[in-house]
């Protein structure tokens, strides 16, 4: 499996930006489907957005679409997360998350699963202040 490491994260206002990246070593980026997950302290850890391995397929929380975009490059073997408008409720750590797929789409169901990925970064934490 690959190795990952995000970075980009801070403390932000509300209504903010932040671009989150994900960078990936020990493999090749182009065979993954890559996936961000956020975790807010006492909860869960939660669906954020994916994108199938060429970057032609993109799948969001529907609390994020319009406001966060999933983007990936391939060449430099990176995964990025442009996050505008953001809201107190986006706070938390976020981790990207890397699967090795055989088809280049996105499977809704087990993109939202955290199981279903066994390549995980450290994080990288987001704090919105209102």
């Known amino acids: 499996q690959v190795q990952l490491v995000e970075s980009g994260g801070g403390l932000v206002q509300a209504g903010g930006s932040l671009n989150l990246s994900c960078g990936v070593s020990?493999?090749?980026?182009?065979?993954?489907?890559m996936v961000w997950f956020r975790q807010a302290p006492g909860k869960e850890r939660s669906f954020v957005a994916a994108?199938?391995?060429?970057?032609?397929?993109?799948y969001y929380l529907d609390s994020v679409k319009g406001r966060f975009t999933i983007s990936r490059d391939n060449a430099n073997n990176t995964v990025y997360l442009q996050m505008n408008s953001l809201k107190t409720e986006d706070a938390g750590k976020y981790y990207c998350?890397?699967?090795?797929?055989?088809?280049?789409?996105?499977?809704?169901?087990?993109?939202?699963?955290?199981?279903?990925?066994?390549?995980w970064g450290q994080g990288t934490r987001v704090t919105v202040s209102s």
């Open positions: 998350a890397a699967e090795r797929s055989f088809r280049d789409r996105i499977d809704p169901r087990s993109a939202m699963n955290p199981r279903s990925f066994r390549s």
């Open positions: 020990g493999g090749t980026l182009s065979s993954y489907t």
């Open positions: 994108i199938s391995r060429s970057g032609g397929a993109t």
